[in-house]
T-cell receptor
Framework: AQKVTQAQTEISVVEKEDVTLDCVYETRDTTYYLFWYKQPPSGELVFLIRRNSFDEQNEISGRYSWNFQKSTSSFNFTITASQVVDSAVYFCAPKGGSYIPTFGRGTSLIVHP | EADIYQTPRYLVIGTGKKITLECSQT?????MYWYQQDPGMELHLIHY???????EKGDLSSESTVSRIRTEHFPLTLESARPSHTSQYLC??????????????FGEGSRLTVL
């Protein structure tokens, strides 16, 4: 089983600011995947990004980027030039060999116009 | 766009009633999950299934039951609802034939209120 810590309960920014959401995980699996999901006010969780444990190359996808540091068990997610539509709760979710992801408590992001 | 549907979206019922929350997906996914989420809180896994006739209890103890008679259908039933069952219930599915790479596709959720 995995354990996830999202220490930031709520983050409030003004539109166009960059914002980084932190995620620290624990797992006994040697191979695992890390996911970020977004839950807008409508309630439906939407998959954002995925990273496997043996590839620490950080990537950028549009306004999203992520920083995976296996040595510190962190998988941080950054939104560049935030927009009001980015306001949502963001969940970090590692998934190991059991095929069952573990969700953190989520970070509520509020982007003000 | 995900093809996973939950009904009802909202349900208000009295204590003691039997309810079934429906979840259907048209993607042919083998793995399906039920999560319970209270407002502002994390998701707790209550049931999951790896395929037809396979059901397992999740990390969070729940008085609900599930069945998986068809690949596309994973209903959740509460025989006698209580106010403590008031919560949002999220259904999800995943297609990961090799390894554990597959992301979850979520329905819009069923928000249950038991009076």
């Amino acid at each position: 089983a995995q354990k996830v810590t999202q220490a930031q309960t709520e983050i409030s920014v003004v539109e166009k600011e960059d914002v980084t959401l932190d995620c620290v995980y624990e797992t006994r699996d040697t191979t695992y995947y890390l996911f970020w999901y977004k839950q807008p006010p409508s309630g439906e969780l939407v998959f954002l990004i995925r990273r496997n444990s043996f590839d620490e190359q950080n990537e950028i996808s549009g306004r999203y980027s992520w920083n995976f540091q296996k040595s510190t068990s962190s998988f941080n997610f950054t939104i560049t030039a935030s927009q009001v539509v980015d306001s949502a709760v963001y969940f970090c979710a590692p998934k190991g060999g059991s095929y069952i992801p573990t969700f953190g408590r989520g970070t509520s992001l509020i982007v003000h116009p | 766009e995900a093809d996973i549907y939950q009904t009802p979206r909202y349900l208000v019922i009295g204590t003691g009633k039997k309810i079934t929350l429906e979840c259907s997906q048209t993607m042919g996914h083998d793995k399906m999950y039920w999560y319970q989420q209270d407002p502002g809180m994390e998701l707790h896994l209550i049931h999951y299934s790896y395929g037809v006739n396979s059901t397992e209890k999740g990390d969070l103890s729940s008085e609900s039951t599930v069945s998986r008679i068809r690949t596309e259908h994973f209903p959740l039933t509460l025989e006698s609802a209580r106010p403590s069952h008031t919560s949002q219930y999220l259904c999800a599915s995943s297609d990961a034939p090799v390894g554990n790479t597959g992301e979850l596709f979520f329905g819009e959720g069923s928000r249950l209120t038991v009076l």
